[in-house]
């Protein structure tokens, strides 16, 4: 069999970099390319187990920079794109709109464009259930791949945009794509500014932990491997055109998750510090996976489960997060 080329994009950052991780240990017949802009979000360190393999190379790209990209994939030839690179967290979209349509929008169009005139045989965009907007807090009712489109934030309406385009390019061109909206990650190398890690180091650290609001909006969290798998089976097994919901059933609010960690260190409630709500905050995200289950996907984590072993890789990890909150990993 020829070897495959697989262009991972955003594969410094947290999923992107599980997912890199996964491939070059899964597959030694594929040449892996992680291509990373290395914003604030990326951090290479994660992979010094496999920089030096035969399968694995790292480029350093923007991917909205249209002539960069274009000739790596003329030079390259690659077999399959898994879309990550991304502007991700919420709070920053307030504050600073534009980088988000300027990579996630524009970005994902440089990559299209690239990926339909070098012919390559899949295409997968890894989006979010955020998307779909909010739910109330009606337990039976879910997102499905059905749900319209209703993003709140500027991070989700980046993403939206970018979901239309990839469809756009299979309706109009033919790309063969999927596009895959996945619930709240979370697993080794989450950057510290999102809930759960933010809160294992603040509270490790014995500091006050910001929550939102009352605490009552609702998540569904999965294990970042879980998610990796999901991704794994699409590329190689998604109808093409196909749109596939990721998730596991573990709905969580904010406020439990903090107290389990709390409760998980053996801290005090005492450090729970409530904080003026998030402008436009969904009330509840969960997703109804039954689509992937039927092409064989099942999560391997409960949130019990996983949550307990991500808490002791903050433990065992604590150098990788205090470079990043000191600052220092940007040297
Ligand atoms: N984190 C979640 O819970 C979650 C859930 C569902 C979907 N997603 C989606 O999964 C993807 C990855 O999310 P994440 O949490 O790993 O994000 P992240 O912020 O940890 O990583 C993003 C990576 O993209 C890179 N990047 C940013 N701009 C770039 C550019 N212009 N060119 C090249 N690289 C660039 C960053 O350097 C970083 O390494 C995103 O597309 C996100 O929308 C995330």
Redesign the pocket.
Known sequence: MSRKKLLI??????????FVQYMVDKYSDYDVVN?????????LKKHSDIENRDNYRFVQ?????RETISSLFEQEQFDYVV???????VDRSITDPA?FV???VM?TQVLLDASRKDGISKFVH?????VYGELDFDPSVFFTEETPLQPNSP?SAS?ASSDLLVRAYYETFGLPMNI???????GPY??PE?LIPLTISKVMNEQKVPVYGDGKNIRDW?H?WD?CAAIDLVLHQGVNGEVYN?GGHNERTNLEVVKTIIHTLGKSEDLIEFVADRLGHDKRYAIDPTKLENLGWKPTYTFETGIAQTIQWYIDNTEWWELILSGEYRN
């Open positions: 994009t955003g594969g410094a950052g947290f999923i992107g970099g599980n291509l990373d802009l290395l914003t604030y979000a990326g951090e790209a923007d991917i909205a920079d879309h990550f690179a991304a502007e991700s967290h980088v300027r990579t996630n970005g890894v989006s979010t259930d955020e991070y993403k895959t909206r996945c619930s709240n990650n979370y989450h950057f999102k999965l970042v998610h990721v």
